[in-house]
């Protein structure tokens, strides 16, 4: 029965059965270089096909110590996995590309250090990398670095990178 639980929430009553018009999404900031610290000390709990699910799960465990206040949807074992997956991993890729491009140069603080003497060139070798990502998320490093790159420079070491920088 409902009374040997305790008194009801009301709201409960209303809600059920009904779905949620959307899920709220987990918002990253300072938990993503959380995130992979975390990773980069649990690497050697890694197999060949990379982190298994109870790494992830102890992620959670360890951003929800760290951040008990935080916005967005809490996080979650499968939200950490796509987070390191699918964002980072991509974004890392894509670095990897610029980094490696003939005739740039890479800097952790100002990335590929384009100048307006060289901005034509920038642009029609983007085109290029658009294949693995929209424009607008490579033009943010033609002036800026990357802050997780040499925490992903450690956690993907087989990755070959800067092999054609000038």
């Not at 603080?109 to 658009?130: S, Y």
């Not at 943010?140 to 040499?150: M, R």
Request: contains cysteine; aromatic residues 10%.
């Amino acid at each position: 029965s409902l009374h040997s639980s305790g008194p009801v929430d009301p709201t409960i009553l209303q809600n059920a059965g009904k779905r949620p018009t959307h899920a709220q999404s987990c918002l990253w900031n300072m938990e993503e270089i959380a995130l992979l610290k975390f990773l980069l000390e649990s690497l050697p709990h890694a197999g060949d096909g990379g982190f298994k699910d109870t790494v992830f799960k102890a992620a959670v465990a360890h951003l929800r110590a760290k951040f008990p206040v935080y916005k967005g949807a809490p996080k979650h074992p499968s939200a950490c996995k796509s987070k390191y997956h699918g964002d980072l991993k991509r974004m890392y890729a894509l670095l990897n590309n610029l980094r490696i491009a003939s005739g740039w140069t890479w800097s952790d603080k100002h990335g590929c250090e384009i100048t307006d003497d060289n901005d034509p060139w920038w642009l029609a070798q983007v085109q290029v990398l658009i294949a693995l990502i929209y424009l607008h998320k490579v033009e943010k490093f033609k002036n800026t670095g990357w802050p997780h790159l040499h925490l992903m420079d450690q956690l993907s070491p087989g990755t070959e990178k800067g092999k054609y920088v000038i």
